[in-house]
């Protein structure tokens, strides 16, 4: 299997990949969203042989009140039922954070399963003082700062892309 940056060819897989992942199509929706207006976007897909099995996305979001800082947001990851619990899901969250820091993002930040994330190092955000602009269960909002010490003393409310909002 190989991680690698998505091309026009994969669409038609990644867009597979997210409808069989997730209860509807509104994470695939959300990709191709982004795809179209969030600059930059890190798309990458595990590729196993010519077929698309896993999908991760980052779009830049924004620090109320710290506008120059560079932060991803994490969001949507899928992989295909079928193939969970192989660590594509882990060998794609790695990839991705790399390519973020190659980038100089400073930090990326991810709604997701709090079990799942910490191994990479994301902390709830309540460490950072950082809130979601969605209302969501304590601990499922994270950061991991790429660069340390990257957030200290940048509190406020992470704003998402439009894009977050139309599904």
Known sequence: MQIRYENENDRAGVQAVNEAAFETAAEASLVNALREQARPVISLVADNRGVIVGHILFSPVVLDGHPDLKIMGLA??????????KGIGSALVRAGLEECSKLGFGAVVVLGHPEYYPRFGFLPSRHFGIDCEYEVPEGVFMVKELQAGYLRAATGTIKYHAAFGNG
Do not use: C
């Not at 949507?76 to 619990?85: D, E, I, N, Y």
């Open 76 to 85: 949507p990851m899928a992989v295909l039922p079928a193939q969970q619990r």
